[in-house]
Each structure stands twice: as C-alpha cells, then as structure tokens.
C-alpha cells in the first residue's frame, strides 16, 4: 500500500537526476532534481524555499481545441499551470498543495536511495 495519497507516476525513461516527467493523477509534472540536497530547493515538509532536491517543479494539464476551417482546420494548446516553482513559488494554487506536497516528498526520496556494494 502506498503512503502516497496521489498515484504519482515518472516515465520510465528518466531514471537520474535532473529533468524528470511524469503525471500525477490525471495531472502532467516536470521538475529538476539533484543528487544532493541544495539551498534553494524545495523543503519536502514545508514546502518553503530551503534544503531539498528538487529546484523546478510545475504541474499542468495542457487543452486542446480545434478550430477554423474543415479544410484548413487549426490546434490551439492552452497550458492551465496549477503549481511552479523556480528559485520561488510563482504559482501555487491552494487546491494543489497536497498534491505537489505529496510529489516532492516522493522525488526527495526515491532519488536520495544509495545502493551501497560490499
């Protein structure tokens, strides 16, 4: 059972530090991770700028739509930002706090693990 209150997925190919993707619920996320913990991080408890590993996060969902004409129809992107952060909290929706909480707690760990060889 996971300890996670979100399904939070990363894909597959990215399994080192430093740009890392994925989608959390229905909800796309990237984020930049370090190895070590750095001072202008996201603290995984409070979520304030501190010590921690990640240094960029944003969770989205991106809306498309298809207009104009049948024969020369046009896509329209429009990309609904519910959390960012870099170097500060630009966006930081209150309905999304849990949920970029939960994320961060889950990239600080998963990428702290050291395999040690004897």
């Known amino acids: 059972m996971s300890r996670y209150k979100y399904d939070i997925r990363v894909n597959k190919s990215n399994k080192h530090y430093g740009y890392i993707d994925g989608y959390i619920n229905d909800i796309y996320w990237f984020a930049m991770v370090h190895d070590d913990i750095v001072e202008n991080g996201i603290d995984p408890v409070t979520l304030e700028k501190g010590f921690g590993r990640v240094t960029r996060l944003c969770l989205y969902k991106d809306n498309t739509t298809f207009e104009g ?3 020369l129809p046009s896509m329209t992107v429009r990309r609904q930002i519910f959390v960012n952060y870099q170097d500060e909290w ?15 707690q889950y990239l600080d760990r998963r990428f702290s693990l050291r395999i040690v060889s004897c």
């Open 90 to 104: 630009s966006v930081l929706n209150s309905a999304y706090v849990g949920m970029a909480r939960d994320l961060v």
């Open 69 to 71: 004409d049948p024969f």
